[in-house]
């Protein structure tokens, strides 16, 4: 059981950078969340794929913010032009499709510190 | 509008006894309430969770209460332990969509020796 894996595990960069970061779910799932989480807040959902398709985006998700799941395996959250406002804790979760309560298992999370 | 509400920052309870962490909710399109616990410099971990329709789910030393008509949930653990010390984070799954996972603030719990 490898879990979600998340990389990098922290990523810092300088304002106007751009950055890219990886998620590779749990093998079996089809469904992949993409969550930020500020110091002192819970994590705040910002995207969702069922297999490669892109169903529903949060309003918190900038034109400068592009996600992807190519294959419907891994994906990637890519933030162009960074600002200091996108310093957050960056998670992703998977989940199946079919079962109870349908829980989403979290990676690490990348770390971003943007200066 | 914060929908999942945990209003105590903060917890300190002695080894041994029962931890109560609380949760209220504004949003009646939940159908999953769920527990997760979180270390520094790792991902939510799930602990328990609950369906709408249900009133009470034990897992060992865990067990969730829900009060619907109250918009309140909440978590008890007992006894607790040392390893127990970490933040709770209440999420509420939506019905619709993407039943993306709503989560309260988090309240940090300590257990002391």
């Known amino acids: 059981d490898t879990g979600v894996s998340q990389n990098p595990r922290h990523k810092i960069t300088k304002r106007g950078q751009n950055v890219t970061f990886r998620c590779d779910p749990i093998s079996e799932h089809n469904r992949l969340y993409w969550y930020r989480q500020t110091l002192g807040q819970g994590p705040e959902f910002l995207t969702y794929?069922?297999?490669?398709?892109?169903?529903?985006k949060s309003r918190l998700l900038s034109d400068r913010f592009s996600a992807e799941r190519p294959k419907g395996s891994f994906s990637t959250l890519e933030i162009q032009r960074t600002e200091q406002g996108d310093s957050a804790m960056y998670l992703c979760?998977?989940?199946?499709?079919?079962?109870?309560?349908?829980?989403?298992?979290f990676g690490p999370g990348t770390r971003l510190t943007v200066l | 509008d914060q929908q999942v509400k945990q209003n105590s920052p903060s917890l300190s309870v002695q080894e041994g006894r029962i931890s109560i962490l609380n949760c209220d909710y504004t949003n009646s399109m939940f159908d999953y309430f769920l527990w997760y616990k979180k270390y520094p410099a790792e991902g939510p971990t799930f602990l328990i969770s609950?369906?709408?329709?249900?009133d009470k789910n034990e897992d060992g030393r865990f067990t969730v209460f829900l009060n619907k008509s109250a918009k309140h949930l909440s978590l008890h653990i007992v006894p607790s332990q040392p390893g127990d010390s970490a933040v709770y984070f209440c999420?509420?799954?939506?019905?619709?969509?993407?039943?993306?996972?709503?989560f309260g603030q988090g309240t940090r719990l300590t257990i002391n020796p």
């Open positions: 609950i369906s709408s329709i249900k």
């Open positions: 999420a509420a799954r939506e019905i619709q969509g993407a039943q993306k996972l709503v």
């Open positions: 979760a998977s989940s199946r499709t079919s079962g109870a309560s349908n829980e989403q298992f």
């Open positions: 794929f069922q297999n490669e398709a892109q169903l529903e």
